[in-house]
């Protein structure tokens, strides 16, 4: 055998190896329901602020408690013990990775998804519709 | 209808050019393919592509045009810049947008193309034919019109009334709506993220690096094409190390910005948008070796091609990637989705599919080495080497990946494998378990590769040019392991071996080089290469998070890495005492940051606290991305420290001061009192009232007063009177603030069943010191990072310049 092809082999086993370690390093976007089904195994949830509930920064021990939604419509208390992100209430989406527990969601970290400028362009023209209708044009 | 004030001539010059952009490619395509048998159509090829640039040229100088004059009927103009936008940072807001940044690549392609013209000579027609073929499409992807129902590419050139959400809105059949909406008398401008001197320079150097890759892939395809496979190799070499190098310090800037303006905490973070530039740029490292194996000493054709292919379609998915919506939720900093994904996955496969299939159907006529390379040959282990590097960009590429496998293999995916979309928990552990040991195995290849010598190298003298480098390298590794405190075997080994790499070279290129300037490139690029890897590992492995907060919550919680600090408060804070002295507004162009000043001292050797210096890490106000954090650093010559603010109540006084709580309800009898709060009474001394009737008898307006003596601690009498008003049928209060007292009271009615008034009352919030929560991280010896960085440019630019400069007869 030549050695190109042994160069080869070794290529494609390491790239086979990248791909597995890949899916066990990987965790699964979920909701509250299966992460509370697996208690204390990490998860990611993608969800929205619940901005009726409670929410709740105690700096002096950095534990910030919110009420979070996911996509299917299940909401929990979270507790993040980083500061509260900044803008934390004009966040349209975030994204959780943590574990449940029995009282909450412990989150490790947090992503926010804040309104983008794209949107901000829509509700200009849809301001500037409203606009003209109030002046009865 | 005739609209006021448009400068319709603009939009309509850049689509013109775009359009001429894109035909004049395609006609430079066909005639590059045509003389290919017949040189006659070389002339006209070389005139097309000329016109393409121009045409090129021309689309981007409108487009700056319009940007710089504030045409704001124009979508882009409006999106991206603001008539406050300083002049300087109207670079950035160029390639901000999709749009511009296609074009910024475009620009560059065509920059290239137009050196190449001069200087492929033989090789013009082939390479510029396949350069013009992706400017074809990258084109395309500007040009904004619909076919068939298909939307082919998005326009920069759209007045924003033409936009689809926006056509059939009333306000676009205003004739002049320019002068009549003050939304459109200023753009929404540049986030101010981006502006950033950064900004202005990383961009253009980053994709004329992912531009450059293109030089190689077209030598390479032109190569197939013309079934002469050998003689690419030359007139290839430079411009691969061009590349590398170019792409190198565009990746390198990226890094310096995220480091100085962003505030996660380092210059590499494992995202997918700096893992795509990353990639491209190792295989083109590989690349580029093995085109110097090829021309030296042969026998690595296939892999020089598949290498010189592979990194431009890496680009090309990059690309595909950051703008197609794909990565979405995995990253922070990917393009918005323009619709165009499936024009680029087109474009993608199409790429793939040409040069994958030229490269297979030409395999077998490849030239075959006659005789194996010997593993004491430089030769083998550069191959190696490369091989290795191809790995590390195949193995971040697959990572990075992963959204795309959840598209192919999730729960809505073409072949249903798994559930639930899966996403990598902890990239950066990920990643590095891989990349450290590619780093370890590279840096020796580095640290061994020049004193290897080509065809058969003689090993005890290998042995003996090596061993004092070696020697070296082990001493100098205890020792700042030791000193250090670095205890991770991986780790020290990489300590080592990226060592050993900047010694070995050094030293090769004293005893064995002279200091010759001709093997200055390479020596020089090679010590950047170890002075890189050993940066990255010390400044990561090492840092020290100084504001580690040691309060005790639950087992399962880490401990906290910010530190509040209150004002006028001192902490210490690794061998700092800090002082956090105050927050102030910045001023003119800056006025939206607030500054938290924070004063270091350090212990003398008299045990006097001596300030060493000031950070103001910032936060600044942005009403479109919310409220940012930058960091502020003070760089030493083997430390900086790096402070952000992870929480601030960025609240104005008055917003402070207008929040009421601990509200009461309660009625009181005349003469009653009642204690409220632990330090106010209130008493009702009398009721006055005021009423006016209408004509018919009715009641128009009553108005009810309650006198209320409010009794504070040590005897202190303030009367107060609130009022309850009944107008029109419509009820309000008159409340009473007592701003000394921090206390608010209100006259909410009578309470109809024991008809007695009915009271509120509130306090506000008792008067904190305001505070703020710090991180402060030391990242030891990250200079050895940028100082390699910038060897390894200027050396592979040294190398570069060697292989081109004219030489002497």
């Given amino acids: ?137 | 209808m005739d609209y006021i004030g448009e400068h319709i001539w603009a939009g309509e010059l850049g689509r013109f050019a775009v359009s001429l952009a894109l035909t004049s490619a395609m006609l430079a395509v066909f005639s590059f393919w045509q003389a290919e048998k017949n040189p006659a159509w070389k002339k006209l090829g070389k005139v097309a592509f000329a016109t393409h640039a121009l045409s090129v040229f021309t689309v981007v100088g409108t487009l700056f045009f319009m940007m710089a004059n504030h045409y704001f009927e124009y979508d882009y103009v409006w999106k991206h810049t603001s008539l406050d936008l300083p002049p300087r940072y109207l670079f950035s807001a160029f390639w901000e947008g999709q749009e511009g940044s296609f074009l910024l690549w475009m620009f560059w392609h065509a920059v290239l193309g137009l050196v190449l013209l001069f200087t492929a000579k033989k090789w013009t027609g082939p390479v510029l034919g396949t350069i013009a073929a992706v400017q074809a499409f990258l084109s395309s992807m500007v040009l904004g019109v619909y076919i068939f129902g298909y939307k082919i590419g998005f326009s920069p050139f759209i007045l924003i009334r033409e936009m689809p959400e926006n056509i059939g809105l009333p306000w676009t059949e205003i004739s002049d709506y320019l002068t009549r909406f003050p939304s459109f008398m200023d753009g929404t401008g540049l986030n101010p993220l981006l502006q950033n001197y950064w900004m202005t320079i990383h961009p253009p150097t980053l994709f004329l690096g992912f531009a450059s890759t293109i030089v190689p892939f077209a030598f390479a395809i032109g190569a197939l094409l013309r079934k002469d496979y050998k003689g690419w190799i030359k007139p290839a070499l430079p411009w691969a190390f061009f590349s590398v190098s170019i792409l190198g310090t565009g990746i390198l800037m990226g890094g310096a910005w995220a480091y100085e303006a962003l505030s996660f905490g380092g210059f590499w973070a494992w995202d997918p948008v700096e893992n795509s530039s990353l990639v491209p740029w190792l295989t083109m490292v590989a690349c580029a070796h093995l085109i110097l194996v090829q021309k030296n000493r042969g026998g690595v054709l296939p892999s020089a091609l598949f290498l010189s292919i592979i990194s431009f379609l890496l680009v090309l998915y990059s690309t595909f990637l950051t703008r197609s919506g794909v990565l979405g939720d995995s990253s922070v900093h990917a393009f918005v989705d323009l619709g165009l994904s499936g024009q680029l996955l087109i474009y993608l496969l199409f790429f793939v599919l040409v040069s994958f299939g030229l490269l297979a159907f030409h395999y077998r006529k490849l030239p075959k080495p006659k005789k194996e390379e010997t593993m004491d040959s430089r030769e083998f282990w550069l191959f190696i080497g490369s091989m290795v590097f191809l790995l590390s960009s195949l193995q971040i590429t697959i990572s990075t990946s992963m959204p795309v496998f959840n598209k192919l293999f999730g729960p809505e995916g073409l072949i249903h494998l798994y559930e639930n979309n899966k996403t990598i928990s902890n990239p950066i552990d990920h990643y590095n378990s891989f990349q450290v040991p590619f780093a370890i195995v590279l840096t020796v290849l580095v640290s061994i590769g020049q004193y290897l010598t080509y065809r058969k190298t003689n090993m005890p003298t290998f042995y003996k040019k090596l061993a004092a480098s070696a020697g070296i390298s082990v001493i100098l590794t205890i020792a700042f392991a030791w000193y250090s405190g670095m205890t991770n075997p991986i780790y020290i080994l990489l300590l080592f071996t990226s060592t050993f790499a900047i010694v070995a070279n050094i030293d090769y290129w004293i005893r064995v080089g002279r200091g010759k300037i001709t093997l200055a490139g390479s020596s020089i690029a090679h010590i950047g290469f170890g002075l890189v890897i050993l940066g990255a590992l010390i400044s990561n492995a090492n840092k020290n998070i100084i504001s580690q907060n040691k309060t005790f919550i639950h087992k399962e919680f880490p401990e906290n890495e910010n530190l509040l600090i209150e004002l006028n408060d001192t902490l210490q804070m690794g061998e700092y005492w800090v002082t956090y002295v105050g927050e102030r507004a910045g001023t003119g162009s800056e006025s939206h940051y607030n500054y938290f000043d924070l004063e270091f001292y350090r212990e003398n050797k008299d045990s006097m606290l001596v300030q060493e210096f000031v950070l103001s890490p910032s936060i600044q106000k942005n009403e479109r991305m919310g409220n940012v954090p930058e960091p502020s650093t003070e760089h030493f010559l083997t430390k900086d420290i790096y402070t952000h603010v992870t929480y601030a109540d960025v609240r104005t006084p008055e917003e402070k001061a207008d929040e009421w709580q601990d509200e009461f309800e309660f009625t009181l009898s005349e003469g009653e009192s009642k204690m409220v709060y632990e330090n106010i009474t209130v008493r009702l001394d009398s009721i006055i009232s005021d009423t006016k009737k209408n004509p018919d008898g009715s009641f128009a307006f009553i108005a009810i007063g309650a006198r209320i003596s409010i009794l504070g601690l040590a005897d202190s009498v303030v009367q107060a009177t609130p009022i309850y008003v009944v107008q029109n049928n419509q009820a309000s209060s008159i409340d009473a603030e007592l701003l000394d007292f921090g206390f608010k009271i209100q006259l909410a009615g009578i309470d109809g069943q024991v008809n007695k008034p009915l009271l509120k009352v509130w306090r506000q919030k008792p008067d904190e010191k305001p505070f703020i929560l710090i991180q402060a991280i030391v990242f030891p010896m990250i200079n050895l990072l940028w100082v390699g960085c910038i060897l390894m440019a200027i050396g592979t630019l040294i190398a570069v310049w060697q292989r081109i400069k004219p030489t002497k007869k």
């Fill in chain 1, 1 to 137: 055998m030549k050695k190109t092809h042994i160069v080869l082999i070794l290529i494609v086993a390491v790239l086979i190896g990248a791909i597995m370690v890949m899916f066990k390093d990987a965790g699964t976007y979920a909701g509250f329901n299966l992460a509370d089904s697996n208690k204390g195994q990490e998860f990611t949830v993608i969800g929205y602020l619940d901005k009726e509930a409670k929410m709740d920064f105690d700096a002096r021990k950095t534990i910030f408690t919110f009420t979070a939604t996911d996509k299917t419509g299940v909401s929990r208390k979270v507790i993040y013990n980083q500061p509260k992100p900044q803008d934390f209430e004009r966040s349209e989406e975030i994204t959780m990775k943590g574990f449940a527990t029995d009282t909450a969601f412990i989150a490790s970290e947090i992503l926010m998804k804040c309104p983008s400028k794209y949107n901000e362009q829509n509700e200009m023209a849809g301001n500037n519709n409203s606009y003209i209708d109030d002046k009865g044009q």
